[in-house]
């Protein structure tokens, strides 16, 4: 599971430019994905009374094999591991998202769902095995401590952590810890001759899944929501709340890249944008234990007003539930590419050992009746295979190429057709941009160089950046080609040769991230995500669609 973002690298914490985002992140997402779920409440589980026999016979035969195999194999075998892979082996017989999390991991899994943790609040970067501070978390104990962006981390409580190869993993182990206790660093600060100490107290750090609000104009707002954790319905409503003080009239919500979590987090979410006692989402079990209907009950934030939905092939699960309910009731244009295709309801089951099972219980179906479900029938491997087949085919690029059967045919409240049996397919499709990617910025990516670069340049320049508000940088500055030239230099030195074809190639997708890197040193977050969304070509169709109301489909919605 990826870790929270204030003590991570950027990479794992902010989207890089839009055309290249899901090469860098879909292996992560996908197993977001596939771990997070649509999770319930905790309900008791019950033995079942169908084939009792069968059971015990199984367990019986599972047993005796594991006993003679810990006894009398040839080789000394650790039988808890042999129990582990065979159980996760077996629930890949049922669907790619039943899954055994071992208690090693377990902790690990369930901090993608909860919205603190207990660490010094810092995002860092690993470059050439140096640890380098990003920005400290705003009102947190490392910047209370001192922290400054640029400084970086040459030891922990007197170990070395610079030189040592140290992965980001490592890091967060050294660095959190239970709130109260203290951590020891030592620091190269720009400018100083000598490392100085810093010794900061852990305290509680929010993790917030809210990624960003901001308004965009003077009517209309941006939200982006990462995930759905414990936390982020009231993190949602208090982002909405500022944004109507500030006028907002009209929302682009960003649900790229969203990998799910808890279902009632979205369905709440829905319910402000939902008005009337209207069907959200419904499940269906075996028998009737856990099937569930969800219905719309509060007077909503945002029940009237222009709404777009961003949506990608790393939405799923819940933010698949909230982007069917809300086309499913014509509520809201969603722009984007066809989502994941994750409509399986995981129930988590605790063991006694601390690992835990994550059982699928149910599908759920949006309010018109789709199972947004893909198929699996070809086995774990050719299901996580999905999204490089639809790169493959053509799906990310063209329209047209997505073909769906008569039978997956359903109605919207208004009778528009949407498709289900895989995913949600938006009503207006942007094609993925690739024009401007090429493998020389793979490598200057993968490298952190990037970034490495843009902090740099925020050091250097720090007096003059803090003399400008964000408006003034956002408006004047601009990346030269003379930096982006520094910038191949300096992979060079690094070990990635320079590639002229491959720079000039990829040099909006550059200048765009390394102003939004130093906008983030500079300005905060929500700096960086105003200059990446500039040139973001999915959200500047969105600001088209709600803005506009000659677009067909908004026209047709807001008829209605």
């Not at 944004?243 to 799910?260: F, I, M, S, Y």
């Not at 969800?294 to 933010?319: P, W």
């Not at 295979?385 to 085919?393: G, P, S, T």
Request: hydrophobic share 35%; glycine share 8%; no cysteine.
């Amino acid at each position: 599971m990826t870790p929270e973002p204030h003590d991570s690298s950027p990479s794992a914490s902010m989207p890089t430019p839009r055309n290249s985002r899901w090469r860098v992140r879909q292996p992560l997402l996908l197993g977001l994905a596939l771990l997070a779920g649509a999770l319930l409440g905790a309900n008791p589980f019950r033995p079942s009374d169908q084939n009792p026999d069968l059971t015990a016979r199984g367990y019986l035969k599972f047993k005796e094999i594991l006993s003679y195999v810990d006894r009398d194999y040839v080789d000394s075998v650790n039988a808890e591991e042999l129990s582990d892979y065979a159980i996760s082996r077996m629930l890949e017989r049922l669907d790619p998202h039943s899954v055994f999390i071992p208690a090693k991991q377990q902790q690990q899994a369930s901090s993608f769902l909860q919205s603190d943790y207990d660490g010094i609040g810092v995002e860092f970067n690993l470059f050439r095995d140096t640890v380098t501070v990003v920005a400290p978390l705003s009102e947190g104990p490392a910047e209370q401590a001192g922290l400054q962006p640029g400084d970086r981390i040459l030891a922990v409580n007197g170990q070395r952590v610079s030189g040592v190869r140290m992965t980001t993993e490592q890091m967060f182990g050294k660095l959190r810890g239970p709130r109260g206790t203290s951590v020891l660093l030592q620091l190269m600060r720009r400018g100083m001759a000598r490392p100085i100490n810093v010794q900061v107290t852990r305290n509680r750090i929010p993790n917030a899944s809210v990624d960003v609000a901001y308004m965009v104009d003077n009517q209309t707002g941006y939200i982006k929501v990462s995930r759905f954790a414990s936390g982020t319905y009231d993190e949602f409503k208090a982002a909405l709340g500022d944004l109507r003080r500030q006028g907002l009239t009209r929302l682009v919500l960003d649900l790229r890249g969203n990998p799910g979590g808890y279902l009632d987090r979205a369905t709440k979410m829905a319910d402000e944008f939902i008005g009337g006692t209207k069907k959200i989402v419904y499940t269906d079990g075996k028998g009737d234990q856990y099937d569930t209907q969800t219905f719309s009950r509060v007077a909503g934030e945002f029940e009237e007003g222009s709404l777009v939905v961003l949506v990608d092939e790393g939405s799923a699960s819940a933010a698949e539930v909230l982007a069917g309910a809300l086309q499913d009731h014509d509520r809201a244009v969603l722009v984007g590419r066809r989502t994941f295709g994750k409509g399986l309801v995981q129930q988590p089951i605790a063991l006694n050992d601390g690992s835990e099972l994550r059982l699928t219980i149910a599908r759920y179906y949006t309010p018109s009746g789709r199972s947004i479900q893909k198929s699996y029938r070809g086995g774990l491997r050719e299901y996580e295979k999905d999204l490089q087949n639809r790169l493959r085919h053509g799906e990310l690029f063209h329209a047209d190429s997505i073909h769906f059967a008569d039978s997956l045919k359903f109605r919207t409240a208004h009778g528009r057709t949407v498709y289900g049996g895989g995913g949600i397919m938006p009503d207006l499709f942007v094609p993925r941009d690739t024009s401007a990617t090429s493998a020389y910025y793979t490598r200057l990516q993968s490298n952190n160089l990037v970034r490495e670069y843009a902090l740099t340049y925020y050091q250097e320049h720090k007096e003059e950046l803090e003399g400008l508000r964000f408006e003034q940088f956002n408006q004047s500055f601009r990346v030269s080609d003379a930096q982006l030239l520094q910038l191949a230099a300096q992979a060079a030195r690094n070990g990635v040769p320079q590639d002229a074809p491959g720079l000039r190639r990829s040099t909006p997708l550059l200048r765009t991230q390394i102003k939004a890197l130093i906008a983030r040193s500079a300005y905060g977050k929500s700096a960086y995500f105003q200059v990446l969304n500039q040139d973001d070509v999915e959200m500047q169709q969105a600001l088209k669609a709600v803005q506009e109301p000659t677009n067909p489909v908004m026209l047709g919605l807001l008829e209605k």
